[in-house]
């Protein structure tokens, strides 16, 4: 055997197997840098159109989405959030069953792992999509955890989740008038997530929490439109920015002019998804920062 020929054969295995190595070492330090704790709560309001879908990081990276949006859209916006590396949700929230609240989420598992599920209970058993949604659920042995006044989930950091309606069975009750509303506390700092609740248990609300509501950041409700978003609940909340999110050209002209002028009356900046693409904010615990 030429021993120049073998020599050089060496040499090449050899060579591919640092460059090998130095591949699977560069994945290791990027999987982790991804993964390493920030000390900070990221909320993303996403960008998917007529619909709802909020990503949120806590600070020890735990991660939970709040609504899946309409479509298949929520996949690749999901993706632009987390490590390649990563296929693992904690939690999904369906704030409540209209498919521009969930059907994002049917793709989404797919592809990501999921431990539990939190809905409000309201029934949509007339929807094929949503029942879909609760087969792939159920295939796959996701928990499922009924939503109640009291609840918090604890995201890790000091970061949590305070569940604030519903309050009680919303099995029967309208679709909105049972949506999920919940309070996202760090620190000082906190976002009030509404999904498409209503005017009527916005006025619940003030009755029960006037002293709770008060948040750095709104979730306007039901994309902006005029049944929700009452000046009376935006003064108790006293954002100091309002997200809405809604899709250009939407066929329900949301958001409304009059929630626009409510919002603007109360001296409250007003950021639109349609407008701005995907909404990024940081919070140390003592302030929330635009990214």
Known sequence: MNKEWFREKIHTYWRLYILVVLLVSVGIVFFFAFRTPRH???????????????????????QIIFDGGPGSTLVSEVAKQVSLFDRNIDMIVVTNPDKDHFEGFIPLLARYSVG?????GVSA??????????????????????????????????????IIFPDRDVEDVSHNDGSLVARLVYGDTSVLLTGDTTKNIENYLLEKYSNYLDSDILKVAHHGSDTSTSDTFVKAVSPDVAVISAGKGNSYGHPKKETLDTLSKNKVKTLVTMDEGTIVFESDGKRFVRK
Not at 40 to 61: N, W, Y
Not at 116 to 120: D, G, N, Q, R
């Open 40 to 62: 900070t709560l990221r909320v993303v309001f996403m960008d998917v159109g007529q619909g709802d879908a909020i990503f949120i990081e806590s600070p020890t990276g735990n």
């Open 116 to 120: 539990a599920i939190l809905e409000p």
């Open 125 to 162: 058993n007339e929807n094929p999509v949503y029942r879909e949604l609760h087969r792939v659920i159920t295939d796959k042995g996701i928990s499922v955890i009924e939503a109640r006044t009291g609840q918090k989930v604890l995201l890790g950091g000091g970061a949590y989740i305070d």
